[in-house]
């Protein structure tokens, strides 16, 4: 059996003014950072289908990858988590969702 505190003792106190704000601030710009960071998505993921691209496949799929891997990481700091219908909605070519998170880097960078 599972004995829980009396309502009046585990009510939360109030937030104070200061504490309120902050939090609505942190909020707002996690909001306005996937607002960006999903347009951003939204753009690479047309750059692919543009024929006229002066840019590799392979580039244009890379920076599609990249956009992908920071919005995924800051749905998952938003608390977002249907992560499958969030792809399907967006219709993410598997080539992108296989580059996520993946980076190149030329051989000086290695060095």
Same mark, same amino acid.
């Given at each position: 059996?599972?004995?829980r505190?009396p /309502?009046s ?11 309120? #704000?902050?939090? %609505? ?8 950072? %996937? ?18 691209a002066?840019?590799?496949?392979? #580039? /244009? ?9 920071h919005?995924?990481v800051?749905r998952?700091?938003?608390?977002? /988590? ?7 909605e967006?219709k993410?070519?598997?080539a992108?969702?296989l /580059? ?5 880097g ?6």
């Amino acid at each position: 059996m599972a004995v829980r505190p009396p /309502r009046s003792l585990s009510q939360e106190l109030p937030k104070d003014p200061i504490s309120a #704000s902050l939090e %609505h601030e942190i909020l707002a710009e996690k909001a306005a950072t %996937h607002g960006r960071l999903l347009k951003q998505l939204e753009k690479t993921i047309a750059a692919l289908n543009d024929p006229d691209a002066d840019t590799s496949e392979e #580039s /244009r799929i890379d920076a599609a990858g990249e956009a992908l891997w920071h919005i995924m990481v800051q749905r998952d700091l938003c608390g977002f /988590r249907n992560t499958e219908a969030f792809l399907r909605e967006l219709k993410v070519p598997p080539a992108v969702q296989l /580059r996520m998170g993946v980076t190149r880097g030329s051989r000086e960078d290695k060095a």
